[in-house]
């Protein structure tokens, strides 16, 4: 509450929240005088606090379709890359096959290549946001990292395709189809761990192991194919050791 006795002048606005303006006779104010009423307000804030307090009952309730949702937006993600693979497989097989024959036989070296690329990408990219020169080129050089980070899946794919071919003596697959096959492979852990979260808390424990085992399969593959693409140019040129072979 604001108290104004008979000799006060207010020369500036006068705002009150849930209170009340006494004034005496002979005070006088030149601004102006706001009163919010917070009974109004109450009435307002009221359903939204309802609604606040019985959510954890809506989101309870859309709980197994949210886990079915997040299901088929995982497979939506990953046929998408897998799409993109599979496309490189189609248009430039000589290519991949380029980096597949590194992959297989320079494995740990395509793999310390790999794992240096990704330490220096972060701070090549902060360099280019520094440089002026370098920053209309940060979209090129993402570009190129995506098309890179695509075919070094790819590139595991197949090696991992030929290699399950070679353990169940089956014919060599073509690009296509062990890109493919491998692609499915790389993607297994990952596909078993959304279908045991799916289960619910019974499934939990096997979710997290499939998950990490998956992420860890992934993670090696996109490191060591990133190596091998650089080391064979994007697949214009054979590995070192094929070259030599």
Do not use: H
């Amino acid at each position: 509450d604001v108290t104004l006795d008979s000799k006060a002048l207010i020369e500036v606005d006068i705002s009150l929240v849930g209170g009340k303006l006494n004034k005496a006779e002979g005070a006088r104010i030149k601004g102006d005088v706001t009163q919010t009423d917070l009974g109004m307000m109450k009435r307002l804030w009221m359903p939204l606090v309802m609604r606040l307090k019985y959510m954890p009952d809506i989101k309870e309730s859309l709980s197994p379709w949210r886990n079915i949702f997040g299901f088929f937006m995982f497979l939506f993600f990953w046929a998408g890359i897998g799409l993109m693979a599979a496309l490189i497989a189609l248009f430039f097989p000589k290519n991949l096959e380029n980096a597949t024959s590194c992959v297989q036989s320079d494995f740990w070296r395509a793999g310390g290549a790999g794992a240096l690329i990704v330490m220096l990408t972060l701070p090549a990219l902060l360099l280019m946001v520094v440089s002026v020169l370098g920053l209309p080129l940060i979209p090129l050089a993402l570009l190129l990292y995506c098309a890179a980070a695509i075919m070094a899946l790819a590139a595991c794919s197949l090696a991992l395709g030929k290699r399950f071919c070679d353990m169940r003596n089956m014919p060599g697959p073509t690009p296509l189809a062990g890109t493919a096959m491998g692609f499915g492979l790389l993607m297994t852990f990952l596909i078993l761990a959304k279908l045991f979260k799916a289960a619910g808390a019974i499934g939990a424990l096997f979710s997290g192991l499939f998950m990490l085992a998956g992420m860890i399969l992934l993670s090696g593959a996109f490191i060591v194919g990133l190596g091998a693409i650089w080391l064979t140019r994007f697949g214009s040129r054979a590995g070192s050791r094929a070259r030599s072979a």
